[in-house]
């Protein structure tokens, strides 16, 4: 499965969100407001790899499926190290386990992102938490440091989740008798340091980093999309597809039978019990080698893994009836409930569904099902019990792969269809696109061409979704890496443009081209250009024009985009740009 998605990993391409997390990552610096800083954290690994936009979408894939398997190893090594007898059985089953964490690819949005750095976040500081120690060896003070690594990373990423994070963390250490006041004051003061830190590369001081942070926020409100804070505050609700109650029933059932079986005295019954997982197995290659195909079992189909700790939850039950439940220690029980509202911590704050955004993070509700197993379950079950267990992840995994790859997000083709290299953004970062999303780039980047166009030229963009386009000819995203336009949910997106341009300087803002979409559904309105005292009209000339294709910015009518050059000498648009923020 890791092979299968490094080698999709360079298909495929998404010109509004992935085309806002490249500009970020690209040149963070630029940009002056934001609450996310997610941007400046990839960006050495961007630089290292030199705008690879593959590359960096594998490097990020490893890096997370890595944190996933070490959280999973010392998850076995706390609730059942007993279980093994021997290392390598657990570093094998942690690693299937850790496929769990590839449902996250069900969108298949692969590129560097805060969604992906607070998943990462989450990770670090749970095995921080999972390690941590009250009192013990000098050693376990690393435990604590990552904890307060993990908050400051999910600070980065989503201040949000970095809140609901710092609760939970406290509330799982009080629970489970580990809080010991030097060590959360080590953990404090790693996340302080490293926030201080970030504060002085950033903006050179606190006080620009709080600037940066409340410009961001009042963009996110002036929004209207619900990044309210009390709007955070709230319990969704969510509706499994009759299909998929099927499959949670069927998978939950067949665990706990092949779970029972591998109890009995007869041994044929014993290795009977297995063909369940072996199927499991069989039904992986299939996917993975495109035998099979996945239907698509509604929008919340990512709820699916909650047949692991629903499975465990009943084996835990059952072996040993109540003996088992009263066996598992507070400390077992608040660890349960910490893996079990991690996903409600990564959602905490976004405007999308809780259950829906939550379930891309799932692995934690797998986790939570591992570490629901009581001692005596073990112990009586031994490691077989969790053999069906780990088979069902790696097909929930490869189910939820498969539904991305063919259903990749704002694309309206599959994946393996992807067959056109084109270069996006810096030379030599090609990705394979579909033939009619490779000719709207190509069509975009000969028009700039011919129109004179050149690289990190500032650009206005006006559509409202195209901030992909902008980095794919290698344009300078002015105002804001994405200025958002107005989609449904969305109200303040012309207010808010507005707002960014003039934090803009007018040297930068003389000098931009324009990018609009005359019909778009989104488009921006091109008085915006009012804010530095230019004409949408009398002050820039067509430079070149090209359509869309369906699916780009998740519009299905094909459209015209215009490219627009300024046509006012610099010095008289600097000086009306000046003269207009007097008058403002």
Known sequence: MVAWVLWYLRRGFDFADEGFYLTWISNPFKYTASTTQFGFLYHPLYTLVDGDIALLRQINFLATFGLSWVLSHVLLSKVAAQAFVRHRLRFAISGALATGCFVY??????????????????????????????????????????????????????????????????????AAGKAELRRLCLAAAVALVLLAGSAFVIDGSIAGFVGRLRAGLEAA??????????????????????SAERFLLVS????????????????????????????????????????????????????????????????????????????????????????????????????????WHGGLAGFFWILAGVALLSPVALQRGSVALLIPVVATVQLLAAAMIHIGIERPYYQVRPLRE???????GRPGSGLLLFDELAAYANRAKSSAER?????????????????????????SNTGQPWLIGNFPGYTGGNRVAEAALRRVSCEELSEAWLLTEPDGEVSLSPDAVATF???????????????????????????????????RPKAEAVAACRASRKIG
């Open 221 to 242: 409100i002036g929004m209207g999309s619900g990044h309210g804070f009390m709007s955070s505050f709230r319990i969704d609700r969510f509706g499994l597809a009759e």
């Open 533 to 567: 005292g230019a004409d949408p009209v009398r002050d820039y000339a067509i430079a070149g024009e090209f359509d869309t294709t369906k699916g780009v910015g998740s519009f299905m009518e094909i459209r015209t985009q215009r490219l627009l050059k300024p046509v």
């Open 451 to 475: 129109a004179g166009f050149v690289r990190g030229t500032p650009v206005i963009d006006l559509t409202g979704h195209s901030p992909g386009l902008l980095y794919t000819i290698g344009a």
């Open 252 to 355: 939950t059932a067949l665990i706990v039978v092949a779970a029972v079986a591998q109890r009995a005295r007869f041994r044929v019954l014993a290795y009977g019990a297995l063909l369940p997982s072996i199927a499991a197995i069989v039904a992986v290659l299939a996917i993975v080698s495109g035998a099979k195909n996945i239907p698509d079992v509604g929008n919340f189909q990512q709820l699916l893994v909650w047949c692991i700790p629903l499975a465990v939850a009943l084996l835990t039950v059952m072996f040993g009836a109540g003996e088992s439940v009263a066996s598992i220690a507070s400390e077992r029980w608040a660890l349960v409930v910490l893996l079990s509202v991690l996903p409600y911590v990564f959602a905490f704050g976004t405007a999308n569904n809780y259950w």
């Open 105 to 174: 690819l069900r969108l298949w949005l692969p590129t560097p992102s805060y969604n992906w750095l607070i998943y990462q976040a989450l990770l670090i500081g749970a095995i921080g938490l999972v390690t941590a120690e009250r009192k013990g060896r000098r050693t376990n003070l690393w435990s604590w440091v990552l904890v307060g690594v993990g908050g400051w990373l999910a600070f980065m990423a989503k201040p949000t989740s970095a809140a609901a994070f710092a609760l939970c963390a406290l509330a799982y250490l009080l």
């Open 418 to 424: 992807s067959h056109q290299r084109v270069e996006i």
